[in-house]
């Protein structure tokens, strides 16, 4: 049959059975709009949890010395050069970079002008050295090593640091909104070998400033993060540990190599520090599920929406054999019956299909303007809650196609079936 | 034109008992002829025209419709043979209600090859048929006689030689139907093959051959002489 006179055929019965073909595209819609909605509901919370709160690369793997173990007494445990230079020799491993505490306490006092107010504080200071290689792209001000003694250390602060900064600290002490580029620049006071809280190990105090050069996902979030050598060489003028390393990040060529990674780590006596990993995927997994749930909910009413659709089509069809039976006494064969049920079928699907996703997008449209001038501010809430991927949106589209097919199939079968000498007779 | 041999027809009744309707029935209708069916209810005649024009296939024989055998047919290659090979006219018209009498008469271009002229050509059908002016009317707004006149229309669309017509004037008084057998009549003189079921002693009378369908078979009613120096093929 050609694809004209099928246009016209369908055109012409849709516009009969103008209520019914509403109702049933209505159905199609209430499904697909309601997953493409969870769908790009989950997707989005999903991102967030993925990039904002716990933003973890699939390439990275943290390897730590073990705490109490076997390996330790063998001499396995510890993370000196050898073993570093072990790792970085494991079979998929691109990069292995070096982290080393700043083994000593540390404090910063700051009294001073404050991007705009005046700060008077005290605290203790963690830090840590890493190598320049793992925190390239976030540096913004200079190179990223050690300048020497009396020199600004250069320091890189956690990018969630700033959002909890900004959302819960500042603002109960009415202090100023910061990004990372306002920061960069800022000096403060650093005092090494000295604390608040404990009796220093003794040694002299060494004071230094550390200078903000950027923010990092990769930065440790209660601390400075530091040039490696930097924090060597402070371990080391204080007389402690300078030779065996915190911690030390492989960076896989590819992230289906990652769980082999871990089992050799693991087979050298060494741990992996996946906290923040297991946490990402423990909050993943439950949006997961809970999108599941929705998703499939979703799926049964578009299930509902095929069975309707089949109930429609099967009191027009039974309604219509008259006319079926007609257009096979004048030249249709079973096989043009049946596409013209199904052609039917399919621009209702096509039109709920499009109409649900539509509805879903403006629903997320809706929702994210309420929720950014409704709901307060609170630490990583995203600018949208969603996210629709294309193949969500086309998915919508060909899913509502997909249940009226469905749905079609035997009205389509019983409608090829008219006997027409039987409609036709009388 | 029609060559039919030996056609069996059987219906299974409700209650599982088969009910044969056609038994061993034989017809041959010259190119050109205009014949009338004739006999009681549920004699078999709707039957047979049905499975004349290709609606049916559930039958043992041969039939020949314009040198197309139907047995062995493909249910594509049969739905062609009727869009090109018959036109089908029934008793209660079957137009369909929602469409104007022209595009009515375009339903048999839906389902044939594209063609430029299929408006022209509808257009033309319902000028043969007298229904020029009232083309973009709705059925509903059509005489029962007009109806029919559409319905005819929509039967030659697709250039038929044959017309199959069940009780055409049955549904129509008797001024009606008598207009209606003109248009036959006219049709025939200008070279339709016509094969009418019909009860009306009017339009059996315009025919040229009568048969009579009895316990399954066909049998000449009244043969008109000129026949044999008409029909010939
Ligand atoms: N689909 C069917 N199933 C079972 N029996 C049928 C079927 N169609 C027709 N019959 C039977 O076959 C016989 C012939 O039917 P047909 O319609 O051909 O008669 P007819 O001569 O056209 O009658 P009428 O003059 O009333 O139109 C009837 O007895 C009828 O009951
Ligand atoms: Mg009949």
Known sequence: ???????????????????????????????????????????????????????????????????????????????????????????????????????????????????????????????????????????KLGEFRDMGEGQPIPALVSTRLLELYNKTFAPARKLPQLSANMIVGFVMPVEFNRSYVAAS???????????????????????????????????????????????????????????????????????????????????????????????????????????????????????RAKEIGVMQAVGASRADVRGIVLAEAAVVGLAGGAAGTAAALLLAFGVNRLASTYLPSFPFKPDSFFSFPWPVVLGGVVLGLFAALAGAYFPARRAAATDPARTLAG | MIRARDIVKEYVDGDGTKVRVLDGMSLDVQD?????????????????????????????????????????????????????????????????????????????????????????????????????????????RLSGGERQRVAIARALFGGPRLLLCDEPTGNLDAATGDGVIQLFKELHREGLTVLAVTHEERMSAAARRVLRLKEGRLVEERADLHLATRGAP
Not at chain 1, 29 to 38: N, P
């Open chain 1, 1 to 139: 049959m050609r694809l004209d006179a099928l246009s016209r055929l369908v055109r012409l019965s849709l516009a009969r059975e103008r209520k019914g073909a509403f109702f049933s595209a209505f159905g199609v819609a209430m499904g697909v709009g309601a997953l493409v909605f969870f769908l790009g509901l989950g997707l989005g919370v999903g991102r967030v949890i993925r990039e904002k709160i716990f933003p973890t690369d699939a390439r990275l793997v943290d390897v730590v010395p073990s705490a109490v173990s076997l390996g330790s007494l063998l001499g396995g445990g510890k993370l000196d050069a050898a073993t570093v230079e072990r790792l970085a020799a494991l079979p998929g491993v691109e990069a292995a970079w070096r982290k080393m505490n700043v083994r000593v306490p540390a404090v910063s006092r700051y009294d001073g002008a404050f991007f705009g107010t005046r700060l008077r504080m005290g605290m203790e200071v963690l830090a840590v050295g890493v190598e320049p290689g793992l925190v390239k792209d976030d540096v």
């Open chain 1, 201 to 319: 190990s003794g040694g002299p105090t060494r004071s230094a400033q550390a200078q903000v050069v950027g923010a990092s996902d990769r930065a440790m979030l209660a601390g400075l993060t530091i040039p490696l050598e930097t924090a060597v060489r402070i371990n080391r003028e204080a007389g402690v540990d300078a030779d065996t390393f915190t911690g030390v990040t492989l960076v896989a060529k590819d992230p289906s190599q990652v769980p082999a990674l871990i089992d050799a780590v693991k087979g050298m006596g060494l741990e992996i520090d996946d906290q923040e990993r297991r946490m990402a995927e423990n909050t993943g997994a439950a949006v997961a599920l809970v999108t599941s749930a929705l998703a499939l909910l979703s799926i049964l009413i578009c299930i509902l929406a095929a069975v309707n659709i089949a109930h429609a089509l099967s009191a027009s069809v039974r309604a």
């Open chain 2, 32 to 140: 050109g002829d205009f014949v009338a069916v004739v006999g009681p209810s549920g004699s078999g005649k709707s039957t047979l025209l049905h499975l004349l024009g290709g609606l049916d296939v559930h039958y043992q024989g041969e039939v020949e419709v314009g040198g197309v055998k139907l047995r062995g047919l493909d249910d594509k290659a049969l739905a062609r043979f009727r869009n090109t090979h018959v036109g089908f006219v029934f008793q209660s018209f079957h137009l369909i209600p929602n469409l104007s009498a022209l595009e009515n008469v375009l339903l048999p271009s839906h389902f044939g090859p594209a063609r430029e002229d299929a408006r022209k050509r509808a257009e033309a059908m319902l000028e043969r048929v007298g229904l020029g002016a009232k083309k973009d009317r709705a059925p509903v």
